[in-house]
């Protein structure tokens, strides 16, 4: 039995799917101002353990994924720029892609984007209006949270703070000041906005997500993920929000992840302790050194992200790798063992049961980690079989599709990948600019100077090649050049 940590009660709870077999989650995504961080990142990795886990224990799983392209921070940053919203959250939205594909994230069966369901958002705030939810205030459009009495059960606020009847046209605010919030603003000078039955304006960011959901999932769905400060308020106006106007409960099972911290602190621009993935790709790590780092916490403790840390991980996937390479050059003749057969039994039993209990990642692992250690032992003593190697890699196979730490290549909007290579074993295949592009990313490298590596990694990707740093070496790999 799959069993889950539910926000909502805030107890662990056997997982029933509201239709056996298939699973309806909903994940908060990026909103495109800038590029996703780290802690972004370790949220979309946990979302993504606990897709491929599900899709392990065989259930059909539909995923949703928003992409925020209109709100306080886009409009603030196209504004900056003097650019067209879309414009300006475009370049975002790539490096999105980019770097979920680099992390080996399965992509979601839909991306809705804000900015492409406005009329969806306007129904949904006219039956709040009809329903007596909302009401309207020099324009724009208010929640009334003292309409709705289950406000506040998901993060379990103090009722006594709540402030109805008092409001703010803020998309985030802090928990202290719970008060009626915006469903849809009124136009504001230099602004986006859209002609609706509901007046002009645009949406608040709370909106979108209860619209979208619905459209893709139904009015209930199975699970809605997020991180732990999208709790409140974020989460609870999605409650309210979708509740009140579809009089049925919104989602069974709500799971958050914890914060990243960064040797100890908060993440912060000011503090120079802000990574992006390209930043920390740029040290020289294995991208999956960096997903197996992000996943190997269990999601609901913090984690913090350090030098040692990220070297654990490392060496954790340089054992798995090692395991691997000794299990293919297993040569011996002979039968196949029983008790081989009785280890994978065990492996798979503790890795099941390991993430069974709410995604318990570490025991998941340490029985990986217990069977590669039998087996090499076997293999030291040269009593595994070549029948028995390929059994085992079977199944290393297997885990592989919920760990995904075994590098593949990567998913790629640019399309498939049509030729990769060493750098240093294949210079003369290289285009002339391609290599002297590459060797002055190499020397930007060596001169820490990150911002124009990652510059000129780029315009490599353009020109439809990925660039990929190992301790000795530079991978490159030929993709189809995007289209612009
Ligand atoms: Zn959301």
Redesign the pocket.
Known sequence: MIRFHNTLGGKVEDFVPLEPGRVGLYT?GPTVYDLPHIGNWRAYVFEDLLKRFLLYRGFKVVHVM?ITDVDDKTIRGARAKRVALQDYTKPFIEAFERDRDILAILPADHYPRATAHIPEMVELVKTLLDKGFAYKKDGSIYFAIDKFPAYGRLSRINLDDLRPGTRDDADEYEKESAHDFALWKAPKEGEPFWETEIGPGRPGWHI??SAMSSKYLGKTFDIHC?GVD?IFP?HEN?IAQSEAANGVKFVDYWLHCHHLVVDGEKMAKSKGNFYTLTDVLAKGYHRLDVRYMLMSTHYRKQLDFTVAEIEQARTSRGRLGNFLGALKDVVKEGTARQDVSEMIAQARNGFITGLEDDLNISEALASVFDFVTSINNLIAHNSLTKEDAHKCLGFYKSLDTVLAIEPSPIRSAHGPIIAHGRVSATAEILPREIKEMIDARQKARIDRNFVLADKIRQRLLKEGYIIEDTKDDVLWKRVEPSKE
């Open positions: 908060c928003n979108e997500c997020g999208n974020h999605e």
